[in-house]
């Protein structure tokens, strides 16, 4: 079959099922019918499990390893825990938030999240001060110390990045980070409303 035949064939199969399919979730589910991976006799719901339980299983397996390059990486840098540091770049984006939207924004439990800024307040490198509007709440801004260090840390930070990833090529980075853009919008959107809830009532909200 001509190609270009085969890939129109294709768009109108798949935008039957999804009809506000766009060109980039096309190339996408593409790709991925045509790995080694997804050729599966039947698509049931006991293969749909094995699959997200791997999934599920190697990130687990890559957060680890990412964490172990960062500890190595950073082990003589003023700033030699992984989990401060990311707090340290998350405040430097996001300007003058209370503590509970930057441990929010952070995905932490509060009294973890609430130990990490006093750290980063206790090393200088990070401030608090009272929300004009809310006296009761706190915000925190990063200071010019906690840039300085940020800016020793980046190069550190980069390369592990690069062990990270470089057994995937340029074209395949970008596909896989779409991919975890959109699991990431996908979790934000409920993470609010599911963050306390029964496990039942957030897979019937969520789950298949």
């Keep these: 079959m001509n190609k270009v035949v085969e890939l129109v064939n294709e768009w109108a199969r798949m935008e039957a099922e999804k009809p506000d399919l766009d060109l980039t979730e096309f190339c996408v589910r593409y790709l991925a019918e045509r790995t080694d991976m997804a050729r599966f006799p039947d698509q049931d719901e006991s293969t749909s499990a094995v699959v ?15 964490q172990l390059y960062a500890r190595k990486a950073m082990q003589n840098m003023p700033l ?3 989990e401060d540091a990311v707090y340290l770049i998350a405040l430097s984006n996001l300007g003058k938030p209370k503590k509970s939207e930057l441990i929010y924004v952070m995905l932490s439990e509060f009294p973890s999240g609430i130990d990490v800024i006093k750290r980063l307040i206790n090393f200088g490198l990070v401030e608090e001060f009272p929300d004009e509007e809310d006296r009761r709440s706190k915000r925190v801004q990063i200071t010019d110390k906690g840039r300085e260090v940020l800016a020793e840390c980046y190069p550190a930070m980069s390369k592990v990045g690069d062990i990270a ?32 809830g029964d496990f039942e009532e957030i897979y019937r909200q969520m789950g298949r």
């Design 52 to 66: 997200e339980n791997k999934l599920s299983a190697h990130l687990g397996r890559m957060n680890k390893y990412v």
């Design 80 to 82: 030699n825990n992984v």
């Design 165 to 196: 990833f470089s057994s995937l090529s340029p074209a395949e980075k970008m596909m896989l980070l779409n991919l975890l853009i959109k699991l990431d919008g996908f979790h934000t959107e409920h993470y609010k409303q599911v963050r306390t």
